[in-house]
């Protein structure tokens, strides 16, 4: 217990001091102000015009289509605010920036992740926020204390799916000295494969992100199940229960994973 | 018990070989060339608590490798490294509790703010009462004189200011032993001074045993009682500054100036070096002479009109070692 409250007290101060850090640079916060919402106003406008053109995708109009874009931001904001560190893996290995981790009584993960709260990730959240209370309203959501601690389960869980693989990727740095190009891709395929039904992809690739990389459980398959739609995966309980869980366990493998990299790291020059 | 005691430690690094042009970056891509070097090849010794060792070698000698496995950040590849009787690899976090470690080239310190926020961070890190927290800070600002500039940016702070920072940092959790990776690297004399000064007085006032990288010999002439000399990730010296320095230049030299033109005489237990005008060099061995046996011998036989006893260059001793051993 005096453990957990230790931990917490780092945490705190280490999202003081990281919140007094990005004050120092004002007007870097304005240009992720303009920046960031415009990129995902964007990607909604991008579904509006493929749902008028065409016809709504495997059966979603674009209320739906925009409920699971919203619903998948909504994780996506908290990743950026909470495990951004992950994306600069390359630059700490590369920089020898594990050495000072190591060099303190403290899990090195938990100092890697936590030492940099990235508060002006909370930019990314605006757009998610303002396009799911949009779409909610939109499909008649309805917000009763059941659903809404549903919606905070998949939000949890999906910040652990996404933040795990973000983990896992950035790790490969402790083998390769690389991982970035990696996370570019990674936040690629995670964008796309969280916007779209994923019945849209072929078995293959929905296996795939269903066992192998759970994304389908940050916004696919909760969606389908907050929207009422014929489930395409048949579980017990209800689906916010199982993307928490996804999510642990993904946390869990990552975590380990990076332990692993840990040991094969080699710290830099002198 | 020493305080660290290190066996038959080695660490070794995969190193793929590259040579120039497209063909071979290519040839290299499929079959890479690996060549496993060793950073450290051998090393055994132990450190008693309270000393003041400097831990010395040339450039890529394996010293940062070295303190690296000691302080927990490397795994070695084999052998055997209890540091307070702990492993630092298997209880690392036991161990660093008791470490303070400064890097010279990097700097634990938060640049962007107040050089006063990373102890406040620090205090929480290591679970620091308040009390003892302000104690420690009033006593490391008695040597290292911080409060000047404690409410400064990082940024800010010269070279000196900084390093006194760090090493304040790296003293908030009072450790036991303190490793200094190269701390007075491009500092001023009066940096080095002061940095120079509170090691001695950290050493004397608490016991506390310091192991110390560096280039610089003054450092070691002024502050080690005894020196590690790597070359190569072996051991090629191990004892006080004195007796390696004597053992590899044990020449003094005694520089005659003389009053009036004269020839200088042979002695038997000094060789002449040159004569040049009015100036003798007799270089002798101070285990067969004493400069003042000499001197008195001489006195007799020249007109002296001023001397000097030139002690062997550090310098050139340690330039010896390296020579000789690499």
Sequence with gaps: MSEIRHYLSVFGYYAKLAIQRQLEYPLFLVSWLIMIPTQYFAGIWMLRIIVDRFQPLEGWAFDDLAFLYGLGLLSHGLVVVFFIPTWGTETAVIRGEFDRLLLRPLNVFFQFVTGYFNFIGLIDLIPGVVIFLYAAHAVDFSWEAGNIAKLILVVIGGLFIRGSLYTIVGAVAFWTKRSR????????????????????????VQAVLTFLFPIGFISFYPAESFLGKPASLELPLDMAIWTLVAGIICMVVAYSIFRLGLRRYESAGS | MAIIEVKDLIKEFVVVRKKTGLGNAIRSLVLPEKKIVRGVDGLSFDIEQGDIVGYIGPNGAGKSTTIKMLTGILYPTAGSIRVCGLSPQKERKAVVRQLGVVFGQRTQLYWDLRLGETFELLKRIYRIEDKRFKATLDMLNDVLRIQDFIDTPVRQLSLGQRMRGDLAASMIHEPTV??????????????????????????????MTVV?????????????????????????????????????????????????????????????????GLKVWYQFDKTAISASELISDLSGMLPIRDLSVQEPDIEDAIREVYRTTG
Aim: net charge negative; aromatic share 4%.
């Design chain 2, 212 to 276: 110390l990288t560096t280039h610089d010999l003054d450092d070691v002439e002024q502050l080690c009682s005894r020196l590690l000399v790597v070359n190569h990730g072996r051991l090629v010296e191990d004892g006080p500054l004195d007796s390696i320095v004597g053992k590899l230049a044990p020449h003094r030299l005694l520089v005659i100036e003389l009053s009036e033109t004269a020839q200088a005489p042979e002695h038997a237990r000094a060789k002449i070096l040159r004569q040049d």
């Design chain 1, 181 to 204: 190009n990696l996370i570019g891709m990674s936040v690629a395929t995670l964008e796309r494969t969280t916007m779209y039904p994923l019945t849209l992809y072929p078995h293959v």
């Design chain 2, 178 to 207: 303190l490793f200094l990776d190269e701390p007075t690297i491009g500092l001023d004399a009066d940096a080095k001074h002061a940095i120079r000064g509170f090691i001695r007085t950290m050493n004397r006032e608490r016991r």
